[in-house]
Every structure is written in structure tokens, then in C-alpha cells.
């Protein structure tokens, strides 16, 4: 099966700008996740999307996110106003099987 | 959302020796995954236990469920270099597929 392929692997951000992680290309997939790792960390999950919508979502998972799936491929994960915790590694998956390389963040 | 402690945090191998990580929960677990992540890399899925009591086997690992499914082992005998990195378990509600992650084995090795 395809893997997933998230763009781009590194992005450094100035604090309080916006950034968009994506997931790219996927197809015929209807249940996406994604995933946040700060440095040294555990996995913690964020959201879970089924048939474009949010499906359930964890408490850091605030206001300053959300995702869309704005042409039926690629799967966006936004951040409005980057704060200098959101520095992490952000891993897109489709299933518990196959995550992707991930969007390692640096907000500075 | 259920939670797993993970134990050792850190194991420093000896290669060729063997070691396990345990994965402990307080509430019976409908399953069980194990992920390797090697450093700078991403979770790579291992396996998954769904049977009471159940013993899977990869190379030279070996992963077993407890009989009362609020425990997970992971062993690996014969450690390599290529064993270095950070093994989670995972556990997913049943009503739900999101994962939620233990703290992680960090485990190194010495030639």
C-alpha cells in the first residue's frame, strides 16, 4: 500500500505566523490522523478525520488548529498563530500501520 | 483516554545480550500495538496483539500479551546496533482507532 507522504520535513516558522503541514498525495482514504512528538517525548495524538470532517480531537487540539482536506487528496493540518511550544514533529497517519516521515517545526 | 506505563524508560545493551520492555495497564486492553522508532525517524508499526495470552514472534523478537490483557512484553534476544532506537506500545480504544502512545523504550547499544 502507498505510504504517506508529508510536505514539508522541515519548516521554521517565526512565532505568531501561520503554517500549513500536509500530507501528500493520498487518495481513497476516508479515516486520517495526525499526530504531535515534542523532542524526546511520547507520541500524542491531535485529530482524527473521517470523510472530511473532524471525528474526535485531544485537548491540544485548540482553537489555533484545524485540518482540512481541501481538494480530496492532500490533508492539511494548520496552525494560526505558531507559539514556541508548537515546536515538534508532526506525523500525518492512515491507519495505525503506516504514519509518515513527519514536518519536524520550529517555531523561533 | 487509556494509559500505559512503559518500563524501562532507558536500557543500555550490552550487543548480543538480551533485553525486554514492558508495557503495563491499569484497565484491560481490547489490543495492543508495539512501534520502533529509530532516531530522527518516524513510528514504524511492529505488530499488533488482540488475543488473551497471545505470543507473535519476528526474527528475534517476541511479543506477548497477558492472559489478563493489562500487560504487553517486548523481547529481543541477540541484540544488534540495528536495535538502537525508542519501541512504543500503543493502545486503541475499541470504540475508536485513535492511538494513544507509552512513554517509550530508549534503548542503546555497546559494541
Known amino acids: 500500500e502507498p505510504e504517506v507522504t508529508q510536505t514539508p520535513s522541515h519548516q521554521v516558522t517565526q512565532m505568531g505566523q501561520e503554517v500549513i503541514l500536509r500530507c501528500v498525495p493520498i487518495s481513497n482514504h476516508l479515516y486520517f490522523y495526525w499526530y504531535r512528538q515534542i523532542l524526546g517525548q511520547k507520541v500524542e495524538f491531535l485529530v482524527s478525520?473521517?470523510?472530511?470532517?473532524?471525528?474526535?480531537k485531544s485537548e491540544i487540539f485548540d482553537d489555533q488548529f484545524s485540518v482540512e482536506r481541501p481538494d480530496g487528496s492532500n490533508f492539511t493540518l494548520k496552525i494560526r498563530s505558531t507559539k514556541l511550544e508548537d515546536s515538534a514533529m508532526y506525523f500525518c497517519a492512515r491507519s495505525e500501520a503506516f504514519f509518515g516521515q513527519g514536518t519536524r517545526l520550529t517555531v523561533v | 483516554g487509556q494509559q500505559v506505563m512503559q518500563i524501562p524508560q532507558y536500557q543500555h545493551v550490552q550487543e548480543g545480550e538480551d533485553f525486554t520492555t514492558y508495557c503495563n495497564s491499569s484497565t484491560t486492553l481490547s489490543n495492543i500495538q508495539w512501534y520502533k522508532q529509530r532516531p530522527g525517524g518516524h513510528p514504524v508499526f511492529l505488530i499488533q496483539l488482540v488475543k488473551s495470552g497471545e505470543v507473535k514472534k519476528q526474527k528475534r523478537l517476541t511479543f506477548q500479551f497477558g492472559e489478563a490483557k493489562k500487560n504487553s512484553s517486548l523481547h529481543i534476544t541477540a541484540t544488534q546496533t540495528t536495535d538502537v532506537g525508542t519501541y512504543f506500545c500503543?493502545?486503541?480504544?475499541?470504540?475508536?482507532?485513535?492511538?494513544?502512545f507509552g512513554a517509550g523504550t530508549t534503548v542503546t547499544v555497546r559494541a
Open positions: 500503543a493502545v486503541r480504544r475499541s470504540n475508536d482507532y485513535k492511538l494513544s
Open positions: 478525520f473521517y470523510n472530511n470532517e473532524i471525528s474526535e
